[in-house]
């Protein structure tokens, strides 16, 4: 009888062990953070590390926030990290009828609503960057600037409907292959093909309603000049970051916005916060002012 009651205690006493190991491990899990975006769709986001100003980092079309691994473990020393996956992408809600950038800036503001962010820097790569800008208007008390990550070539290039038409048709009849074609074209030879192929295939399987509608948005924009005009009304400077794979035309934009200015980084893509997040890594610690 007493060795049954001693295995009995040691029998509870593993199982009160393994319950404390359990919430102790699920303590220290940076489990990712829900919220609401003005149309009600729910929003995930993950935050990591405290500093301010808060870095919230805004991924591209048919991306989300796991593309910003690379530089969260660096920027997260120094500086709250939040990463946000807007509506339609990763693991936020799906129910918007149209995903325009305007829209996508409600879901930045909701999150810095929830987490009571007081001076943000948005970093936005590719449509992070219109992204942004609206973001940057919808909270022009908090948000201190903007670094775009290949975005802002040029803000005022002429685009044609007949150019949008033949841009939209391929990845409205066949959007898997289309989105892994156009892809692929974003890249050069020398980047790491296993990141390549994981980039294609990834975006390749976005949900096509929301990559279709926030692509139409975005030429439609840049074809009747708002995304011109909504960059021009900015009041805080912007900077881009962006690859010597397509050319930026700095005084175009400085035409619109003085407050603007650009690093090329040579010899990358359009992913160059990706492949090679240390150089890019270097170039925003620079930007934005972080101590080695």
């Known amino acids: 009888m007493k060795a049954f009651a001693l295995h009995g205690m040691r029998i509870l006493g593993l199982a009160l062990l393994l319950a404390v190991a359990g919430q102790a491990l699920a303590a220290e899990v940076n489990w990712p953070r829900m919220t609401e975006s003005a149309d009600g769709v729910p929003i995930a986001y993950e935050v990591h ?33 939040v990463t946000i996956d807007l509506a339609g992408h990763g693991h936020s809600g799906l129910a918007r009828e ?15 609503d929830d987490l009571e962010v007081q001076q943000a820097l948005l970093i936005g790569h590719s449509m992070g960057g219109p992204v ?46 289309a989105a892994a074609h156009f892809v692929t074209s974003m890249f050069i030879d020398t980047t790491d093909a296993n990141l390549r192929d994981w980039v294609v295939q990834d975006m390749a ?14 030429l439609t924009r840049h074809a009747d000049g708002e995304a011109a005009r909504r960059f021009e ?10 690859a010597d794979l ?11 916005l003085a407050k603007f200015d650009a690093v090329i980084m040579e010899g990358t893509d359009h992913f160059l ?20």
């Open 132 to 177: 942004a800008v609206e973001a940057a208007h919808l909270m022009p008390e908090r948000v201190i600037g903007i670094i775009g990550v290949d975005t802002f070539h040029d803000m005022a290039a002429p685009l044609s409907q007949a150019e949008i038409d033949a841009m939209l048709a391929p990845i409205q009849q066949d959007f898997v292959s």
């Open 273 to 292: 916060h990706m492949a090679r997040p240390a150089a890019f890594n270097r170039e925003l610690e620079r930007i934005i002012g972080t101590p080695p």
């Open 98 to 112: 149209d995903f325009t950038m305007r829209a996508f800036g409600e879901d930045v503001r909701a999150v810095l």
């Open 49 to 81: 590390g405290s500093g301010e100003p808060t870095l919230v980092f805004l991924h591209g079309w048919s991306c989300d926030g796991r593309y910003w691994r690379g530089q969260v473990p660096h920027f997260s020393q120094q500086h709250r990290v």
């Open 205 to 218: 399987a976005a949900p096509p309603q929301v990559a279709i509608s926030a692509m139409q948005e975005m």
């Open 246 to 256: 397509w050319p930026t035309d700095i005084d175009a934009n400085r035409q619109l």
């Open 233 to 242: 009304q900015l009041s805080v400077p912007v900077v881009a970051i962006n």
